[in-house]
């Protein structure tokens, strides 16, 4: 009988534990929400650096000036350490606008065209030829050589509507727009022009980046918005001799030096561990960079400066990095893992936010072990509150990706996605379309399961 009483007494203790636990969890979580929601920091962070700094593709200026900005933002808040990574990254400039126009013989018509991130100039004048529209590859393989040469190849596959995960569209569909260049120049094309990867009708051409394979024969490659790709098919349907007009300047310049920025929050009991937040500090050339990826960046300061200002002092070390060049390379995400690997250091968590600053949803988690998983999974009763339902097995982000052959558990911030690629890789993703509520609870939420998983693990 007594050994029963012992049994109960220590269970109601355990519960009762558990349930402090719980409480003072959750009042945590409330207490960044309320200071985010009240004083956050981020909305202004990202109007300065969209609208003082503007576009910063890898090897510009405009990456200098965003990779000062950032050394600079965080070195005001008094953060343990605030350092450099050097790293090299590809300098890729487009050069004079493009042109653009579709010639069905009786008219000429002028259509939005933007070069690929990576892609080859086009002749001085030019280049007009017959098109030959196709979807895919095995298609434009199926023609041959005899029709394809001497033509520019018109990829025309649009992303999948019926889609409810955004990403799973992009992704499905970005084959044509990587390596599209590849499959048409050997066949014999001059050219390649592709419907951009929106899911949106709109007239603002997305870039993004293209790889050329070696030993294939580099030609020029562009997008068109996706109403200008619906004429052009329709043209063509109408009129099979139509022929298209493109004209860019851009061009590869040797590697250029850049930086990693990372910031550090000591922890107090496993300094030694650490935790990365983080988001990629470039952008593309075409617009202020606002959803990709300006609002993870602003966010990952956010969190930094939440556990600072709430006087939360983690237990193992927290580190902010702004990455350098995910958009054409991502070198800096590499660059990261080779200093972790060499300087011997233990990175038990990864967390990117590189979906946008769209209303918070969740987390997807990768390389989580089935019990840790669920153990995360347990923390929705916290983080439901705040709409944050979705804790799932899913990609972590490019940035942090080379962290996980290390044993690292790679975590990607879900904000809503219907609205991303709208603005992706495009001149309208600018500051104008983030809503400061939306942004400032991703900062929240991203706080909150970093206080959670800090106090995980012991």
Known sequence: MKKQTTFITSLILSLSLSSFAQD???TVIRKFFNESLSNGKSYEWLRDLTTNVGPRLSGSEGAK????????????????????????????????????????????IKVPLVALGGSVATPKKGITAEVIEVKTFQELRALGKEKCEGKIIFFNRPMDPTKINTFEAYGQAGDQRRSGANEAAKLGAIGVIIRSLSSTE??????????????????????????????????LKENPNTKFYFKQSCETLPDAPSHNVVAEIKGSEHPEEIIVVGGHLDSWDLAQGAHDDGTGIVQSIEVARLFKNLGIKPKHTIRIVLFMNEENGNRGGVKYAELAKQNNEKHIFALESDNG????????????????????????????PYGLHEIERGGGGVDIGPLAPQGTVLIGFKPDAQRYFEYHHASNDTFDTVNQRELEMGAASMASLIYLLDNLIN
Do not use: C
């Open 24 to 26: 003072n969890d959750s």
């Open 65 to 108: 000036k965003a990779v000062q900005w950032g050394k600079t933002l965080l070195e005001s808040g008094g953060y343990d350490r605030v350092f450099l990574q050097d790293v090299m990254v590809p300098h890729w400039v487009r050069g004079a606008k493009e042109e653009g126009y579709i010639l069905d013989g009786k008219q000429k």
């Open 202 to 235: 709109n007239d603002f051409p997305h870039t993004g980046s293209m790889v050329y394979a070696t030993g294939v024969p580099l030609i020029p490659a562009a997008a068109l918005s996706t109403n200008a790709a619906t004429l052009l098919s329709k043209t």
């Open 357 to 384: 600053g769209f209303t918070p949803r969740g987390f997807g988690m990768q390389g989580a072990s089935a019990e840790l998983l669920a153990k995360v999974q347990s923390y929705r009763t916290l983080l439901a």
